[in-house]
C-alpha cells in the first residue's frame, strides 16, 4: 500500500513537472537548455536546504538517544552515476519534448523506461512474477493503444534524445532501489549534477550550433521562464524524485506492488504525457 501511495504522489510531482515544462518551453518564455540547468541548480539548492536541517534533527535525536542508527542515513550520498543519469535525462528531455508530439514524446520514454528496467532485471536473473509480467503487458498495450491516435512520425535526433532520456530515467529508478535515505540520495545527486553547469552553459552559449541547434540567448529568457524552470526544479523534480526513491525499495520488497505501479504509470502518461 506504502509502495503504491509513494508511486502515484511521485507521480502527481512528474504531471506538475509536465504543466511547468509546457507552459515554459512551449509558450517560448525560456530555452529548453536554460530550462534544464535553471532545473537542475533550483532543485540542487532548495534540496542542500531541506537535507541541512533535516540532517541537523537527526543528529540530535542520535545524540539524545546515544544511538548510532543514524549513520547509514547520514551516510546515503548517492552516486555520481545517479547523478549523470540525472543530467542526462533532464538535459535530453527538455530538448526532445519541443520537438516532438506528446503521444510520440510519451511512448518513446515510457517504452526506453520499462525496457531499461525490466532488461536490467532479467539480466540479473530477478524472478518476475505472472502479476508483474501481466500488468506489464497490460500497461504498455494500454499505452500504445491510447497513444497511436495522437502519434506522428517524429524526426531521428528528438526521438533518439527521447530514447536516451527513458534509458537515464530508467537508470536513474534502478539506482534507487538500494538506497537507504531517499531524500539525502536525492539531494547530493542533484548536487552532484552542478559540476556539469559551468560546461553544459559554456556549450549551450557557444557550440549549440555546432550540432544543429540554436545557441542559447540569453536576452530571449524571460521572469516567467525562470520562475517556472525554478518551481519543476525546487518543488517538483526535488520532492518528486525523494518521494519516488522512498517507492523504489518498497517496490523491491513488494514484487505485487510493481505491477501497480507500472499500471499507474501508464495511467499517468496517458494523460497526455508527463514530464518527468
Not at 535525536?61 to 548510532?68: K, M, V, Y
Not at 493503444?145 to 527521447?162: E, F, G, H, K, R
Request: charged share 10%.
Amino acid at each position: 500500500m506504502k509502495a503504491t501511495l509513494y508511486t502515484v504522489i511521485a507521480l502527481i510531482a512528474f504531471a506538475a513537472n509536465s504543466l511547468f515544462g509546457r507552459m515554459a518551453l512551449a509558450a517560448g518564455y525560456i530555452d529548453a537548455w536554460s530550462f534544464t540547468i535553471i532545473r537542475l541548480v533550483s532543485a540542487a539548492v532548495c534540496l542542500a536546504i531541506i537535507m541541512t536541517v533535516y540532517t541537523y534533527r537527526l543528529r540530535r535525536q542520535a545524540l539524545n538517544l546515544g544511538s548510532t542508527s543514524y549513520e547509514a542515513i547520514l551516510n546515503d550520498k548517492g552516486s555520481w552515476l545517479s547523478s549523470a543519469s540525472l543530467v542526462i535525462y533532464a538535459l535530453c528531455f527538455s530538448i526532445a519534448y519541443v520537438e516532438l508530439d506528446t503521444g510520440t514524446g510519451a511512448l518513446i520514454l515510457f517504452s526506453a523506461v520499462q525496457l531499461t528496467m525490466i532488461g536490467w532485471g532479467i539480466y540479473k536473473k530477478e524472478q518476475l512474477s505472472v502479476l508483474q509480467w501481466a500488468a506489464f503487458i497490460v500497461a504498455v498495450v494500454g499505452f500504445i493503444y491510447l497513444m497511436l491516435p495522437s502519434a506522428a512520425v517524429p524526426s531521428l535526433l528528438a526521438a533518439t534524445l527521447m530514447a536516451i532520456s527513458g534509458v537515464a530515467w530508467g537508470i536513474y529508478s534502478i539506482r534507487g532501489k538500494s538506497c537507504v535515505s531517499p531524500l539525502c540520495a536525492t539531494g547530493f545527486n542533484f548536487i552532484r549534477s552542478l559540476v556539469a553547469v559551468p560546461i553544459l552553459s559554456l556549450i549551450g552559449m557557444v557550440y549549440l550550433d555546432n550540432i544543429g541547434l540554436e545557441n542559447v540567448n540569453l536576452g530571449n529568457i524571460t521572469i516567467k521562464g525562470i520562475l517556472l524552470a525554478c518551481a519543476s526544479g525546487a518543488i517538483a523534480s526535488g520532492m518528486g524524485y525523494s518521494i519516488w526513491y522512498m517507492a523504489m525499495p518498497l517496490l523491491k520488497k513488494h514484487p505485487s506492488s510493481s505491477g501497480t505501479a507500472l499500471c499507474t504509470c501508464a495511467c499517468s502518461h496517458t494523460g497526455r504525457g508527463v514530464f518527468i
